[in-house]
């Protein structure tokens, strides 16, 4: 079977592009698995892809539209002046298509219409839309949503609901979205799916959780909140001196960050550590992983930390963390954007060792749900069926 996956820069570092790979990579033994990306921030993919899995870079240009051979500061491709423009088309309304860039609009869909036949799955919703109003049908359009229906605004929100009736199938990655998403779509010939992302079997041994050492990972963005938990580290730290912070990640809000560390004089004890190729093993060096996002689809790096036995404190933000973690049993969930909660969680396991061990444990069994081989049997399965459909 063809399966074609479309990523809005396959180069970067966020959960969708590691699920997506993961996908690729394991479906790869089987199928003919590309990935076109529609953006490219580097030279080569910070995640390892099966060398049987085609990469496919539509264009060779950073997101913000310029040639990545510009020197900095310097606009060279005349295409990149229509960006002075609002963008009128659907895909607008999400916030990294928000500028008109016709040329690489036209480039998306012609790659849409050179496929012949196969599946077609896209991965944000910009993608989605231009799936449903521009690709060919005779592809099994798939789009996948890795956030969730309710985090999107407004006019985002009614484009998806005008569009994906169009398409053959909306996959979520949690009961939550599928229920909403249902909702929304009521009487609409589109069916819709709950796949959740899927984690390769981990390449360490268990964490022995004795480290004294706490870790979170993700983009320095605000969605991540690494705010909320450097104020309630601040909060731990007072207690037990002695622990560390790690937060993994770049981002446009690195220098906020360090700047907040510095105000609250813990340069010793947080620690930003900026992107690694082996997070796998940093989250095995910890004693438990700290989740303090605003809002989520179904936090990937959460899912790796339980491959390790790593057990979690998180925010019961909307959406992932409570369909992942049992309160009390493979993790703690505390109310979302509660800092003072948040720093009595992360207490709670530094004080009570045996507690977290049992946690992790109970961890380690969970991630069993997500494994890779799980989720790639639900993925042959779709596809399968709704290729029988063409």
Known sequence: MKIRYVLHNAYGTGGTIRSVVNQANA?????????ASVYRSAEVPAFAIDPRVRLVPLTDLRGDGT?????????????????????????RHDFRYRRWDPVVDATVVRYFWAAKDGVLVTTRP????????????????????????DHYKAPLRAQILRAYPRLDVVTVLTEHDLETYGK???GADVRLERIPNGIPPARVAPAVLENKVLIAAGRLEAQKGFDLLIEAFDLVADRHPDWQLWIF???????????????????DSVRLKGT????????????????SSRFEGLPMVLLEAMTVGLPAVAFDCPTGPAEIIEH????????????????????????NPDERRALGAAALESSGRYSMSTVRLAWEKLFGELAGTR
Request: net charge positive.
């Open 126 to 149: 910009a993608l989605n839309l231009l799936s449903a109003w521009c690709a060919p049908r005779r592809l099994v359009r798939v789009a996948q949503d890795h956030m969730n229906l």
């Open 27 to 35: 479906l790869c033994a089987e199928n003919d698995v590309e990935i």
């Open 276 to 291: 690694t190729q082996h997070l796998d093993k940093q989250l095995a060096a910890a004693s438990a992983y700290v989740l």
């Open 184 to 186: 929304a779509l009521q």
């Open 67 to 91: 040639r990545r051979s510009d020197p900095p500061g310097k606009k060279t491709r005349l295409a990149n002046k229509t960006r002075r423009f609002r963008n009128r088309l659907p895909h």
């Open 249 to 267: 990640g770049a981002g446009s809000r690195r220098a906020k960050l360090a700047a907040q560390i510095e105000h609250l004089k813990r340069a």
């Open 328 to 351: 009390g049993r493979n993790g703690l969930l505390v109310p979302p954007q509660d800092v003072r909660a948040l720093a009595d969680g992360m207490c709670r396991m530094i004080e």
